[in-house]
């Protein structure tokens, strides 16, 4: 059942308990108690929604970064991937093969935010080498869906055989 | 008044009873819906981008009147696998446009001027007119919801008489929901060859059934000299715009199908066969396949449980992508129903009554949608039920 329970969210956080025992065939109380432990264990960390901003008014910049950077003996990458991820600008940080070293996602009200952030934060790190500031233009594609779609409507038919 | 020109028995033929609701549901705003009898999902990509590809090399002629052989071979090939019943793509296969088309031509080419074609209803609304149009008399046989809208062996024995010519099915069933599973099936077998009926089992929907897999009736010994099974594209794929459909059968009747076909057709759109080859053909063409009938599932049981709760009865189907619950406690008739639902909540729905006689007292509700627009139309359907009591 947990498995099952974590798809369902995963697929759509807007299901209910209720939908969640109706789809599984469970009891509601006993979905209930599952999603609490889930959640009271971290392994649920959050609920959100997926919005397309580039449809509303709210303005706001978003980067990737790449990271170039020493390890540190013992400690490897963690400690300085801890030092970025802990800043709240910060929206998601990897380790990742190839050219560079880590991959941070920063969001920000304006480009000069965000390259403040990059010159007074990031690059003053001892262990940064280099980064390389790319903004993002167009979000095209998001978590699984097209965000760019100019089909909106559902052009089927209302009633058809 | 002057003459008609009209065809007599075309001028009497009813309009789909789907059609009455169409015209009023279509010039309403903020209609939500849970009429459409198509999937929600968009073709995959790799199919449409493989038709893209035939368009930009200039494969726009005809094609072979039984479609391109590739495509044969693949249906032949899929059929095998997936449901256990083998063709020749030689003799044995005529892509049709859409499996509508495939129903047409399968009772123009065995129907004589007073045959009797046993029809199951309820049913999709084009199987009477087109026995009707081929010359021939369409046998209602009812099917019950005390039995899950199975065919019991009894009610088609019932029903044949010395001019029955050929027993049309169609399960998964559109409205019902309905399957037939092995035994069931195998109970109507005997029966089936005793009297030498023709059987044409629509297997549209033979990709959604939740629980348990599909079977063929063409499959049983002694079956598929005597079946044309007719499936296309259209619910496997959500390729229903693309209108490609295949009938499946004994040489003999094949020819003769695509005989009719030939000179009403000439041969299924090249673009779509195309299309076709690749959906079937692909790799992940089972991932697409399972994915959504996942979602399909998901939703299926969100409603079943969801009309259960608001006392509208409804049995669990296990096929296709409909709910069918019974709205007789209501006290309403299909048509009355779903017309108040229709005019003070906005739901568009359709009248069991549209499928048959023995679809009254039911109605019709797609799940074909998204999960949000499932929860908000049932809500309102949970509205409109509790302002009648």
């Given at each position: ?161 | 008044m002057s003459k008609s020109y009209v065809n007599k028995d075309i001028l009497n033929m009813p309009k ?113 007119p087109?026995?009707?149009m ?256």
């Amino acid at each position: 059942m947990r498995t099952k329970i974590l798809e369902l969210l995963d697929r759509n956080a807007k299901f209910t308990v209720s939908d969640i025992a109706a789809i599984l065939g469970e009891k509601e109380e006993d979905v209930e108690a599952e999603i609490r432990m889930l959640e009271n264990e971290k392994v649920i960390c959050g609920y959100t929604a997926l919005i397309n901003w580039d449809r509303t008014e709210k303005d706001f910049v978003t980067a990737l970064i790449e990271v170039r950077v020493t390890p540190q003996r013992g400690n490897g990458f963690d400690k300085i991937a801890e030092r970025i991820y802990r800043f709240k600008e910060v929206k998601s940080v990897y380790l990742i093969s190839g050219a560079y070293d880590l991959l941070v996602n920063i969001e920000g009200r304006t480009l000069k935010d965000v390259a403040f952030f990059v010159s007074d934060k990031l690059s003053t790190i001892d262990s940064v080498i280099s980064t390389a500031t790319h903004f993002v233009l167009k979000k095209y594609k998001d978590h699984g869906k097209i965000l760019v779609e100019s089909r909106i409507k559902d052009e089927r038919m209302i009633i058809a055989p | 008044m002057s003459k008609s020109y009209v065809n007599k028995d075309i001028l009497n033929m009813p309009k789909s009873g789907i059609r009455k609701f169409f015209d009023i549901a279509s010039h309403m705003d903020d209609v939500v819906s849970l009429g459409v009898g198509e999937p929600d999902f968009e073709t995959p990509w790799n199919i449409r981008e493989a038709a893209i590809s035939t368009l930009e090399k200039g494969r726009t002629s005809y094609t072979a009147n039984q479609g391109l052989m590739e495509l044969r071979s693949a249906i032949c090939g899929y059929l095998s696998e997936k449901f256990n019943i083998n063709y020749d793509p030689e003799k044995e296969i005529v892509c049709t446009v859409g499996a509508s088309e495939g129903i047409d031509i399968a009772m123009k080419a065995i129907t004589e001027i007073g045959d009797e074609i046993l029809v199951v209803e309820p049913c999709f609304v084009s199987y009477k007119p087109c026995v009707t149009m081929a010359g021939g008399i369409p046998v209602v046989i009812s099917t019950k919801m005390e039995n899950d809208f199975r065919l019991q062996p009894e009610e088609l024995e019932a029903k044949i008489t010395p001019k029955t010519k050929a027993l049309l099915i169609s399960y998964p069933n559109n409205p019902t929901g309905a399957i037939m599973e092995r035994e069931d099936l195998e109970k109507l077998v005997p029966i089936i060859i005793k009297h030498d009926l023709l059987v044409i089992s629509d297997e549209i929907y033979a990709e959604l059934t939740y629980g348990t897999k599909h079977v063929s009736i063409a499959e049983f010994p002694g079956m598929k000299e005597r079946t044309i099974v007719l499936n296309g594209f259209s619910k496997a794929f959500a390729m229903t715009g693309w209108r490609l459909g295949y009938a499946a059968g004994p040489a003999e009747i094949i020819d003769n199908m695509n005989k009719i076909h030939q000179y009403i057709i000439m041969c299924a759109p090249t673009t779509s066969q195309y299309a076709g080859v690749e959906a079937l053909t692909c790799e992940n063409r089972d991932d697409f396949i399972e994915e959504m009938a996942e979602a399909y599932d998901i939703r299926r049981r969100l409603m079943v449980s969801e009309f259960n709760r608001m006392g509208l009865e409804c049995f669990e189907p296990k096929g296709a992508f409909y709910v069918f619950p019974s709205i007789k406690s209501t006290g309403m008739t299909s048509e009355e129903f779903c017309e108040k639902l229709l005019m003070q909540e906005k739901v568009a729905t359709v009248p069991g009554h549209a499928f048959g006689e023995s679809g009254e007292g039911h109605i019709r509700c797609s799940y074909a949608y998204s999960v949000e627009n499932i929860k908000w139309a049932l809500s309102k359907i949970a509205m409109f039920v509790s302002s009648l009591k």
